[in-house]
Nanobody, 124 residues
């Protein structure tokens, strides 16, 4: 499956942004999909994930209550709604899928398919 993330940009602290991830070339509705982020000089970290049917989600503690992950399988699309953004949310955001279908995981090592990343900058 091929993934392409978009929607990043510059936003002020407290603002909102919605990221999109478009999928192609695979059975999108059988893959759990996750968002990861990588800040400059830091490791890539898990942000949020959603299972293949969209009825289960997982979040990093740092974004719980502020970010919402969703998907529309009929459109092969994944979204990350980010509210109450903070400067520490600044990073390149990636959507990713594990190597196997019907596997729900948040472990970085399990993800095989990656989008190219989209930069989110939170600054006044």
């Amino acid at each position: 499956v091929q993934l392409q993330a978009s929607g990043g940009g510059l936003v002020r602290p407290g603002g909102s942004l919605r990221l999109s991830c478009a999928a192609s070339g695979g059975t999108f509705n059988r893959y759990a999909i996750a968002w990861f982020r990588q800040a400059p000089g830091k490791e890539r970290d898990f942000v949020a994930a959603i299972n293949w049917s969209g009825d289960s989600t997982w979040y990093a503690d740092s974004v719980k209550g502020r970010f919402t992950v969703s998907r529309v399988n009929a459109e092969n699309a994944l979204y990350l709604q980010m509210n109450s953004l903070k400067p520490e949310d600044t990073a390149v955001y990636y959507c990713a899928a594990p190597s196997q279908i019907l596997v729900a995981t948040t472990a970085l090592s399990m993800f095989h398919y990656w989008g190219q990343g989209t930069l989110v900058t939170v600054s006044s």
